[in-house]
């Protein structure tokens, strides 16, 4: 008698937010009155919105409810109120979630009125009841878990009404998409720009300043070649050094744009090149990539490893510079000596993992300094995805997942 009192109290506090959420509503179709005749006189266009999205809070308040008086959660799908106030307003009219939550609101105006007052009108009999039927027969209780029945019809008819339909589930899906694609996208070219800028400067800085230079020593060998055919050879060798200076300049900027070292060993054979010169003791583990040693050429694998596919160009360039990156942040900022890097091949994904020692505190966000927003803008142009663990003394994880094709 204690559980089904105590149970029956639990679904009459239910019912009684569920009561309070029906005098909401009521307030709600008074809103959608007023904003309905706004809308219509054209000056209160800009009120709609604002009233959908009032509307959606009240409706993810029952969504919330209802989730935890059942346990299974209840799916939202709405379009995203973004934008122009125009396109605010088409949106707030047209997505199919508005027209559900004001079919809801008016419903629940009646049953969570009317399961609240039914719990009230039985609690009086159910006690007396349930009181001669456990007192003096000694049998469950019969009329109080009525009141907990009364508590799930009403979670019941919230989630039918409140759940989206398959069509409006997957226009919000694509709608979602959309927006994620655009952030990416704008997240590539900032990060194409940049690169570009990196590129130019060093061209500009390094390369392009070593050829000036190395002309204007030629055109001076050529005109002391006649009178001076000594200090000509010197400024010949003086060119010389120059020009091979140049050469390492623009090496170092085609190794920045796509490293040649994937190209000729792979991804594996990359990274276990970054390790060795990380500056750090870097454990390296691959699983289901190609993985040649140092100085093995393709053409020296077992048939084994010559089987074994490689990813996409482009996906492993964009793990070889977040590993580069994630081994150049731990030898310069977290204090570590230690360092593992694992390179996973998976039915649609390339892993990859780095791990430090260090003291940890590498922060997540825009403000997490160049290299970590370079790395995520880099990832997500692929449609991949990096996740950041670094609390206060560390260790510092960083793992990436980027999808491809095998």
């Known amino acids: 008698m204690r559980d089904a009192i105590r149970e029956s109290g639990r679904a009459s506090l239910h019912l009684l937010s569920g009561a309070a959420i029906a005098l909401l509503c009521y307030l709600m179709v008074g809103v959608a009155l007023f904003t309905a005749f706004l809308t219509a006189t054209v000056i209160g266009a800009g009120v709609l919105p604002e009233s959908v999205l009032l509307l959606r809070r009240l409706a993810g308040r029952e969504r919330r409810r209802t989730a935890a008086r059942t346990g299974t959660p209840v799916p939202e799908a709405y379009l995203p109120l973004e934008g122009p106030l125009p396109a605010r307003v ?38 007396l009841v349930d009181g001669v039927v456990t007192g003096l027969a000694g049998r469950r209780p019969v009329a109080l878990p009525l009141i907990g029945r009364l508590a799930d019809l009403g979670a019941e008819w919230s989630r039918a009404l409140l759940t989206p339909t398959p069509a409006a589930a997957r226009a919000a899906a694509l709608a979602a998409r959309v927006e994620e694609l655009t952030a990416t996208r704008a997240g590539a070219i900032a990060a ?18 070593r050829l000036v230079a190395l002309s204007m020593r030629i055109g001076l060998a050529k005109r002391a070649y006649d009178s001076d055919p000594v200090a000509a050879r010197k400024l010949l060798d003086d060119a010389q050094t120059q020009a091979e200076e140049a050469l390492a300049e623009l090496r170092h900027v085609v190794r920045g744009i796509h490293p040649p070292i994937l190209t000729d060993r792979g991804l594996s054979g990359a990274v276990r090149a970054l390790a060795a010169s990380s500056g750090l003791e870097v454990e390296v583990s691959v699983t289901g990539l190609a993985d040649h040693a140092p100085g093995d050429g393709p053409e020296h694998a077992d048939d084994s490893r010559a089987a074994a596919p490689r990813a996409p160009a482009a996906v492993e360039a964009a793990a070889y510079f977040v590993v580069a990156e994630a081994l150049t942040n731990a030898a310069k900022h977290s204090g570590a000596t230690r360092a593992s890097v694992a390179l996973v091949r998976e039915p649609t994904a390339l892993r990859a993992r780095v791990a430090d020692e260090g003291r940890g505190g590498a922060e997540a966000g825009e403000s997490g300094g160049s290299g970590l927003l370079g790395m995520r803008r880099r990832v997500a142009a692929l449609d991949g995805t990096v996740r950041l663990t670094s609390p206060e003394g560390g260790p510092t994880v960083i793992e990436v997942e980027l999808p491809c094709v095998w």
């Open 192 to 209: 194409h720009g940049a690169e570009l800028r990196r590129i130019e400067r060093d061209l500009h800085d390094g390369t392009q300043a």
């Open 90 to 127: 088409r949106t707030a009219v047209t997505d199919p979630g508005t027209g559900r939550d004001l079919v809801w609101a008016a419903a629940q105006l009646l049953y969570g009125m009317g399961v609240w007052f039914a719990s009230l009108v039985l609690w009086a009999p159910a006690l």
